[in-house]
C-alpha cells in the first residue's frame, strides 16, 4: 500500500508506491548524523512529487552523488535523490511519514564517516 510523507510545513509533499518499509537506514557522516535522518531507498520510479517542486532547494556535499532536498520555506529534508547500481533511486527520510513508527524498524547503521 502506498506511503505519503511531506515536510514540517506541508510545502512539500510525495507519495511512494510500495508498502512502508520495516527496515532503515543511518548513517554517522557529518550530513546524516547533523540533521538524524532515518532512510529508506526506493526505486526513483515509485516516487512521486505531489507538490512544493518549486519550494525545493539542493544541497550536495563530499563527492556530489546524492542531491538532498529540502524545503526552502521550513527547512526540512524529506528525500534525497541520487543513483544506484539499478538506476535512479530517492532516499526517503522516514521522519517525515507519520504512519511509520520508527520505533518499530530493523536499524542498520552505516559508517558513513568513513567514505
Known sequence: ??????????????T????????AMTCNCSHCHAKGLTLTFVPD?????????????DY????????HQFCATCGT????L??????????INLRCVPTVDLDTLTINRVD???F
Open 1 to 14: 500500500m502506498p506511503y505519503t510523507g511531506s515536510c514540517h510545513c506541508g510545502a512539500v509533499a510525495f
Open 60 to 67: 550536495q556535499f563530499h563527492k556530489h552523488q546524492i542531491t
Open 45 to 57: 520510479a515509485q516516487f512521486t512529487l505531489d507538490s512544493g517542486a518549486d519550494k525545493l532547494t
Open 77 to 80: 529534508q524529506p528525500f534525497a
Open 16 to 23: 511512494v508506491a510500495a508498502d512502508a518499509p520495516t527496515e
Open 82 to 91: 541520487g543513483n544506484s547500481p539499478d538506476g535512479p533511486m530517492r532516499a
Open 112 to 114: 558513513g564517516a568513513s
